[in-house]
Structures are given as structure tokens and as C-alpha cells.
T-cell receptor
Framework: DAKTTQPPSMDCAEGRAANLPCNHSTISGNEYVYWYRQIHSQGPQYIIHGLKNNETNEMASLIITEDRKSSTLILPHATLRDTAVYYC??????????????FGTGTQLKVEL | DGGITQSPKYLFRKEGQNVTLSCEQNLNHDAMYWYRQDPGQGLRLIYYSQIVNDFQKGDIAEGYSVSREKKESFPLTVTSAQKNPTAFYLCAAGRGGETQYFGPGTRLLVL
């Protein structure tokens, strides 16, 4: 499974963009990058995913470098409710079609006034 | 979450006791998964099932068992063989190789 490296913590001022980096230098050509977040004692919430092109949805943007060895999740206008642990994951396809998400320890994002 | 329910929210287990955690989904997804999360750690895969009546071990299956008799249900039993069962248990469902969606979790505590 491709491993990911994220900073353990980051701070962001409310209303500012939060840029969360992730390194995945061993990613294979057909492996997707997924981002989830987890608010304390809740199940992880899906945010966004991508293969090689940049992606945007109502929650965030995902920027993947051309060599696919790293990516950045962007929350354009962070709010206090975005305080959570953010996980960057490389999805591993299982034999038979399912997929495996290997969660590391993630980045604790703290949004402050 | 949203379409995936887990019960109970908290569960207490006595020494030597088997306990079963419930996971139900109404998303009509084929694949379902069980993960375990320890404090300050990421999630680790226990078991997964891609179709009814079939399931495979994940990375930490020892001391756990599952069944998949119905598409919408994937219960997890924590057996007495699991010596360190205290953790947060998360169930997920997904359409084949696509995005997994998680339930709210069950916290298991040992008395």
C-alpha cells in the first residue's frame, strides 16, 4: 500500500484558506488520492478524491502535482466547524473489486478566531 | 454517515464475553467494511465484504468474526479471543471500488 506523510498539526484563522499538504511519493499510476476528515468521536466524513487532475467540489479543492507524488487539500474559507483531523489516503484496490483505505494519523487542523 | 447506522453507540463487554456490533446501510452498496480506531491513531481494516455471503480478512482480523447474510447488514462479533477490544469501531459501505462512506461508530469498553 502506498503510504502518506502529513504534518501532525496546523492552525488557520477563520475565514482564511486552509492548505493541508500530503506526500505520497510511492503512489502507483492507477491509485487515487482520497481525503477524509474526522471530528472527535464521529465517523470519518468523505471530502474529495482525485487521480491526476485537480478537483473541486462544494467542500474543498484538491491539487495534485504533475508527478503525483504530493497533493494539497484546500478549504477556501475555513470556519470553526472545519476543526478536525484530516486524513490523506491512497486508495488500494483489493482483489475482487473492493478497496482498502489505509489511514495514518492525519493532520489536526485547528481553526481559530 | 447518512444511510449507515451503527448500534449501539456505546457497548460494554465483560471478560470472556462475545459481543456483536450492528451495521446497517440503506445505500444499496455492495461492499461493506469494518475498521478499528485506537486513541490518537488512524483506522485499521478488520474485515470486508464485497458481496453477500462472502467476506475477507483485513489487516487485524484475529479475535473478530463477521457475517454477510443480507446486502444491507454486516454485523461484527468481538470474541473473547480479542484480548484488547477497547476501541472505536467504524463501519463503512461503498459501491465496489468507489468511495467508502462511514457510519457514526460504536465505542466498545471492557468492564
Amino acid at each position: 500500500d502506498a503510504k502518506t506523510t502529513q504534518p501532525p498539526s496546523m492552525d488557520c484563522a477563520e475565514g482564511r484558506a486552509a492548505n493541508l499538504p500530503c506526500n505520497h511519493s510511492t503512489i502507483s499510476g492507477n491509485e487515487y488520492v482520497y481525503w477524509y476528515r474526522q471530528i472527535h468521536s464521529q465517523g470519518p466524513q468523505y471530502i474529495i478524491h482525485g487521480l491526476k487532475n485537480n478537483e473541486t467540489n462544494e467542500m474543498a479543492s484538491l491539487i495534485i502535482t504533475e508527478d503525483r507524488k504530493s497533493s494539497t487539500l484546500i478549504l477556501p474559507h475555513a470556519t470553526l466547524r472545519d476543526t478536525a483531523v484530516y486524513y490523506c489516503i491512497v486508495r488500494f484496490i483489493l482483489t475482487g473489486g473492493g478497496n482498502k483505505l489505509t489511514f495514518g494519523t492525519g493532520t489536526q487542523l485547528k481553526v481559530e478566531l | 454517515d447518512g444511510g449507515i447506522t451503527q448500534s449501539p453507540k456505546y457497548l460494554f463487554r465483560k471478560e470472556g464475553q462475545n459481543v456483536t456490533l450492528s451495521c446497517e446501510q440503506n445505500l444499496n452498496h455492495d461492499a461493506m467494511y469494518w475498521y478499528r480506531q485506537d486513541p490518537g491513531q488512524g483506522l485499521r481494516l478488520i474485515y470486508y465484504s464485497q458481496i453477500v455471503n462472502d467476506f475477507q480478512k483485513g489487516d487485524i482480523a484475529e479475535g473478530y468474526s463477521v457475517s454477510r447474510e443480507k446486502k444491507e447488514s454486516f454485523p461484527l462479533t468481538v470474541t473473547s479471543a480479542q484480548k484488547n477490544p477497547t476501541a472505536f469501531y467504524l463501519c463503512a459501505a461503498g459501491r465496489g471500488g468507489e468511495t467508502q462512506y462511514f457510519g457514526p461508530g460504536t465505542r466498545l469498553l471492557v468492564l
